[in-house]
């Protein structure tokens, strides 16, 4: 099977998407771009990031595939996608969907290794008390996306 690897700088900084022939398998930050070997399904993801950006786009539609992570990881990250646009759920309450109330430093973890950055919203999960906790891009960048969606939520209630 192919794999596809295509970047687009985004807002946050530069993104590296990587494909099969049917799914996204990562979205994640780099350094800057580099050889590519794009797809269909990568100029589309790529095209939802710059609508998502924009703020025409609430809800991605490129299909997601996980290539690795444990089954807790992966419960978290498909978790993740029900956390509607310009929300916010804590690690506690994530934990407590999957099944684990316990769990709040392994949701943490599952967070943080979260393949597909942006696409699933590990960017909307805070601390229990409302506190910006850790992202793999950087809590500069986690701000930026939930100002961002923030603000077009606002929008659409005008």
């Known amino acids: 099977m192919d ?3 295509g970047y687009y ?3 946050v900084g530069w993104l ?3 494909a099969d ?3 996204i398998t990562e979205v994640s930050f780099c350094d800057a771009s580099k050889t590519e070997h794009r797809s269909e399904i990568i100029n589309r993801c790529i095209q939802e990031l710059d609508e998502y950006f924009s ?3 609430k809800n991605f539609q490129v299909p997601l595939k996980f290539v690795y992570g ?3 990881q992966q419960r978290c990250w498909c978790e993740l996608l029900t956390v509607p646009y310009g929300a916010t759920c804590s690690y506690q309450q994530l934990a407590e969907a999957v099944g684990n109330r316990n769990a709040v430093r ?9 393949p597909i950055c942006i696409l699933i919203p590990c960017h909307r999960v805070i601390g229990k008390d409302g506190s910006l906790t850790g992202y793999g891009g950087g809590i500069e960048k986690k701000l930026f996306l939930l100002e961002l969606e923030a603000k077009y ?3 659409d209630d005008k």
């Open 16 to 18: 590296r998407i990587r």
């Open 106 to 114: 392994a949701v943490g973890g599952a967070n943080h290794r979260n």
């Open 153 to 155: 939520v606002k929008a």
């Open 55 to 57: 703020g025409t786009r």
């Open 21 to 23: 022939e049917q799914a």
């Open 70 to 72: 444990t089954c807790f």
């Open 9 to 11: 700088e985004s807002p």
């Open 3 to 5: 794999e596809y690897i």
